[in-house]
């Protein structure tokens, strides 16, 4: 016995009715070129870290290799070059002997701190780290007000 045919679904391409509830769908809008360029300096790998640890004052090449664990000296020298060309960080070279060069944040890369900051409020609130096997869940009862970065660590901005 076949089973009579719907005749809203008998069309085999035909568009559901629009029911109150749908909605017209939005139009495309273009994002802001400048958006779009800070999206595209900011969003590369260690760039947000690095401009992080030049908040804290001026790194030699060293320390920010050794901050930012997992980062190759040439990439480092890639993402410093990169942001030196935008204008927020700059080469601080001092004439000594050895020569030492640091690397600081310009007044445009220190105008990045609330961005950093709200970042890193919201990983606080948002990002969970996978516990290390050995370690245990904090208690309910603990009341502290420090939340773990890392395995023994507190957060250094939230003070």
Same mark, same amino acid.
């Given at each position: 016995?076949?089973?009579?045919?719907?005749?809203?679904?008998?069309?085999?391409?035909?568009?559901?009715?629009?029911?109150?509830?749908?909605?017209?769908?939005?139009?495309?809008?273009?994002?802001?070129?400048?958006?779009?360029?800070?999206?595209?300096?900011?969003?590369?790998? +260690?760039?947000?870290?690095? *401009?992080?640890?030049? !908040?804290?004052?001026?790194?030699?090449?060293?320390?920010? @290799?050794?901050?930012? $664990?997992?980062?190759?000296?040439?990439?480092?020298?890639?993402?410093?070059?990169?942001?030196?060309?935008?204008?927020?960080?700059?080469?601080?070279?001092?004439?000594?002997?050895?020569?030492?060069?640091?690397?600081?944040?310009?007044?445009?890369?220190?105008?990045?701190?609330?961005?950093?900051?709200?970042?890193?409020? +919201?990983?606080?609130?948002? *990002?969970?780290?996978? !516990?290390?096997?050995?370690?245990?869940?904090?208690?309910? @009862?603990?009341?502290? $007000?420090?939340?773990?970065?890392?395995?023994?660590?507190?957060?250094?901005?939230?003070?």
């Amino acid at each position: 016995m076949e089973k009579p045919q719907d005749s809203v679904n008998s069309a085999p391409f035909s568009t559901p009715p629009r029911t109150q509830q749908q909605q017209p769908p939005r139009p495309i809008t273009q994002l802001c070129p400048r958006y779009e360029h800070a999206m595209q300096i900011l969003g590369k790998r +260690w760039t947000g870290l690095l *401009i992080a640890s030049l !908040l804290e004052g001026p790194r030699r090449f060293g320390e920010l @290799t050794t901050i930012v $664990s997992g980062l190759s000296d040439r990439v480092l020298s890639e993402r410093l070059r990169e942001l030196e060309q935008e204008g927020i960080v700059e080469r601080v070279v001092y004439p000594h002997i050895p020569v030492r060069v640091e690397y600081q944040l310009t007044e445009k890369g220190r105008a990045l701190k609330p961005v950093i900051d709200t970042i890193h409020a +919201w990983a606080e609130r948002w *990002i969970e780290l996978p !516990l290390p096997p050995s370690s245990c869940q904090p208690s309910a @009862t603990d009341s502290s $007000s420090a939340s773990p970065c890392s395995e023994g660590e507190t957060c250094p901005r939230q003070a």
